[in-house]
């Protein structure tokens, strides 16, 4: 199966991409909702999880209290690297599953940390949608509301913008409006279903 990797930073467009890619046939598979089932109410990490953090790794409905959990290992990177072993190869199993029982000419793997991690190893192709940082910005807050500076505090942690590119198979422009980003998903979609055809 032929799989494509979508990042790009906060509000770049990756999930009016992914939608679009959806709309034309393409099986879109979510890191992030992948990463928040492995760690589900009844799921093995979840239970190691708690007997190495104790009670506060739990919230009282028995899910995972992700903010304390993220506060924890943001302050202490042998934790960081104990929970990153943990789940890793976990996220890695059901993608890989996801992507077997896939009928699609195609799937499409959205990862905002699709660079920063080890999941570009299971992709054929990076597909980065860019869009100038003014316009993330802009974006994003019209999306979330919130404040500035906060969403710049997200951005710059962040891969810089060139870095990102510098890794790129293709580069989706979303500077323009969505009409434009409709033709170029188009075109992208004619080019990688060409490959998937010719891919073994
Ligand atoms: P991401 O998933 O990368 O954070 P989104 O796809 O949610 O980004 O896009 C951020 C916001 O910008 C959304 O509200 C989306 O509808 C809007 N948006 C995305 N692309 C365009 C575009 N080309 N023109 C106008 N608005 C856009």
């Not at 032929?2 to 992914?18: C, D, E, N, Q, R």
């Amino acid at each position: 199966m032929f799989v494509v990797g979508l990042t790009g930073g906060i509000g770049s467009g990756k999930t009016t991409v992914a939608d679009l890619f959806g709309a034309r046939g393409v099986d879109i598979i979510d890191a992030d909702v992948v990463a928040r089932e492995v760690v589900m109410p009844g799921s093995r990490a979840l239970v190691s999880i708690g007997e190495r953090f104790g009670a506060d790794a739990l919230n009282a409905d028995g899910s995972l209290n992700r903010r304390w959990l993220r506060e924890q290992v943001f302050a202490d990177p042998a934790q960081r690297q104990w929970l990153e072993a943990l789940l890793h190869p976990l996220v890695g199993q059901r993608i890989r599953a996801l992507v077997r029982e896939s009928t699609a000419p195609y799937c499409l793997l959205v990862a905002p940390l699709l660079l920063e991690g080890n999941l570009h190893e299971m992709v054929n192709r990076v597909l980065i949608v860019d869009a100038p940082e003014a316009l993330q910005l802009e974006r994003t807050l019209a999306r979330d509301g919130g404040d500035r500076d906060t969403v710049s505090a997200i951005m710059a942690a962040q891969l810089p913008r060139q870095e990102r590119l510098a890794r790129a198979d293709d580069v989706l422009d979303n500077s323009g409006d969505l009409e434009e980003l409709v033709d170029k998903v188009a075109r992208l979609h004619e080019s990688y279903s060409r490959r998937a055809r010719n891919h073994d």
